[in-house]
């Protein structure tokens, strides 16, 4: 997997425990990295199972799972963005798989896909477009340290580190 | 009132007339749906059709939205398992141990053996009804009515079956976080074992009265073409990737379970067409029997009981952390992604449907056929529209 993102500037590669997460890469990218990850993993035989958004205090985190036919490696890439501005790049014109669950993201938690060819409502009516269900009330939404961790890091620049600061200090022996 | 309402309603809803905008000269749009029998539920699609032929196609979802994700959110862990036997009413035997699974993986919950046998024979039962379904109401939508007699028949006596460990016809949610809620009575394992000769006796009448038919094969060979290429693209599993030549199934390349203990054949078409998928899942039909016989065989010897000692509450509170777990249903790879943060209700539940990627490709597959096609190849794709909305 490292190989297909050679090339790539991440902000954090990690690697996770299969037998608990069913995950094996977790990836952290900067919004703008992502169409040109898409473009490699596509190059690499990877195939997209699904796009879904996490909602959090430090902002919409967008994952993209992908796994292939042949081995079984999920890759998970991460994608943080403000909650002002929830803007990230469509990778419907690599996978076109993704329009739809751009589209549905879009209608669950406002995340915008730039580039989408059809970003309008797929799953909620047209008249609802504001209504973002999965949006948390302040109250429920928690920080992102306090659901996710990180698993064994292999590579990083820092940035994403200082998010789970003090959940690492405090459950060192996950790490 | 938001950008995308129409008061006008004479000239069709947001959809047909954002849909029309890109209309070329003497063609017609027209709605297939939501209510056409052979959408199987409330599916929409907006076709343009120039004669018979089709030069656009757009699905429009949502009819049967139902927001799971979001019950997800509000309900116990346990609590949100009776939601899974709705998502798709098909295979709900699937969904049931796609959500269970990724739970237990969260909190490295070993499952008894014996649970594990009774979880394959039951989802392999509920394989077989579910293609059953598929199967009649195929060849019902391609204008023969007497197959699906034969096929609710025989599914009748699966569900008969199936009611017995479950208590449920269709909407099963008898899993549990670490096992099953009952175990299955002498009398059940009995009316299986009677069940596997009979339907092996008459898949064979099957083949003669549909498979070989001329009227079908014109009908479904070499129709809505779904390739490796498109496969990958649009993100398609189960019969339809097999339909193209791909041998992934995720009880194979995915493990999970006991499946490996199991020896089975994934049945695949290179033709890619309707009748390809037709064939992979016909062919499904007979592998499910032989695992159903192999894991009635290695029932009696599978240590432990129907479930777990001590096994999680309904409001049970999984470890902070995130976990995704597949299995493979009926219609493709069933996928299922939960947050915790260690409180009783999920932090988040996604749910990835096989059928929603499958119907992605449909507006691809559709296009250049003629509309009659698009029926054959609907159909082809085995739609449950719960499980497209979710």
């Not at chain 1, 690599?94 to 896909?113: K, L, N, P």
């Not at chain 2, 047909?16 to 017609?28: H, I, P, R, S, V």
């Not at chain 2, 998928?277 to 016909?282: A, C, D, G, K």
Request: aromatic content about 8%.
């Amino acid at each position: 997997m490292l190989q297909a993102l050679a090339g790539i500037p991440t902000q954090l590669v990690a690697r996770q425990d299969k037998g608990t997460t069913g995950n094996v890469w977790s990836v952290f990218l900067a919004p703008k990295q992502i169409l040109k990850t898409a473009r490699k993993l596509m190059e690499a035989e990877y195939s997209l199972e699904d796009i879904l958004a996490l909602d959090f205090n430090e902002g919409f985190l967008v994952l993209y799972h992908f796994n292939r036919w042949t081995i079984d490696e999920r890759v998970t890439l991460r994608v943080l963005v403000s909650r002002d501005n929830p803007v990230v790049p469509s990778i419907a014109s690599v996978f076109h798989g993704a329009e739809w669950h751009e589209r549905e993201t879009r209608d669950f938690h406002g995340v915008i896909f730039e580039g989408n060819p059809n970003l309008v409502p797929l799953l909620m009516p047209a008249e609802d477009v504001d209504v973002h269900p999965l949006v948390k009330s302040a109250k429920a939404r928690l920080s992102i340290k306090e659901v996710l961790s990180l698993g064994e890091i292999v590579s990083s620049t820092g940035e994403i580190d200082a998010l789970f600061a003090e959940a690492e200090a405090g459950e060192a022996s996950d790490a | 009132m938001s950008a995308y309402q129409n008061m006008d309603q004479m000239t069709g809803d947001f959809y047909t007339q954002k849909f029309e905008a890109a209309k070329q000269d003497g063609t017609l749009i027209i709605n297939m749906g939501p209510q056409h029998p052979s959408t199987h539920g409330v599916l929409r699609i907006v076709i343009e059709v120039d004669g018979e032929y089709i030069v656009r196609a757009e699905p429009v979802l949502g009819y049967l939205h139902r927001m799971h994700e979001k019950m997800g959110e509000v309900q116990t862990w346990g609590g949100f398992i009776p939601n899974m036997g709705r998502v798709d009413y098909g295979h709900a035997m699937a969904w049931n141990w796609a959500y269970v699974g990724a739970v237990e993986k969260l909190m490295g919950i070993e499952v008894p053996e014996r649970a594990q046998y009774l979880r394959v024979i039951m989802t392999e039962l509920n394989r077989l009804t579910s293609h059953l379904l598929w199967w009649g109401a195929y060849i019902l939508d391609l204008g023969a009515f007497t197959p699906i007699m034969y096929a609710f028949d025989d599914r009748e006596m699966l569900l008969d079956i199936l009611q017995r460990p479950s208590a449920s016809r269709l909407t099963y949610s008898n899993f549990r976080v670490g096992g099953v809620q009952m175990d299955m009575d002498d009398k059940c394992i009995e009316l299986i074992k009677a069940f596997i000769p009979h339907f092996r006796d008459r898949l064979p009448m099957y083949h003669d009265l549909v498979t070989e038919n001329i009227i079908l094969r014109r009908r479904i060979e070499d129709i809505g073409i779904i390739d490796q290429d498109m496969c990958r693209r649009y993100g398609c599993t189960g019969p339809v990737l097999r339909g193209a030549g791909v041998a992934y199934d995720v009880r194979r390349s995915e493990p999970y379970s006991v499946y490996d203990r199991f020896d089975f054949e994934i049945p695949t078409q290179d033709s890619a067409c309707s009748a390809g998928r037709y064939h992979v899942r016909i062919a499904e039909m007979e592998q499910s029997l032989r695992i159903i016989e192999q894991a009635l065989e290695q029932l009696p010897g599978a240590e432990g009981s129907h479930i777990v000692d001590k096994a999680p509450k309904p409001a049970m509170k999984p470890p902070v952390g995130e976990a995704y777990f597949a299995v493979e249903g009926a219609r493709g790879k069933i996928g299922i992604y939960v947050a915790s943060d260690g409180t009783k209700t999920p932090y988040r539940v996604k749910l990835r449907a096989p059928g929603f990627s499958n119907m992605n490709a449909f507006a691809e597959a559709a296009t250049g056929t003629i509309l009659a096609d698009a029926v054959a190849i609907l159909g082809s794709l085995d739609l449950i529209i719960p499980e497209l909305d979710r």
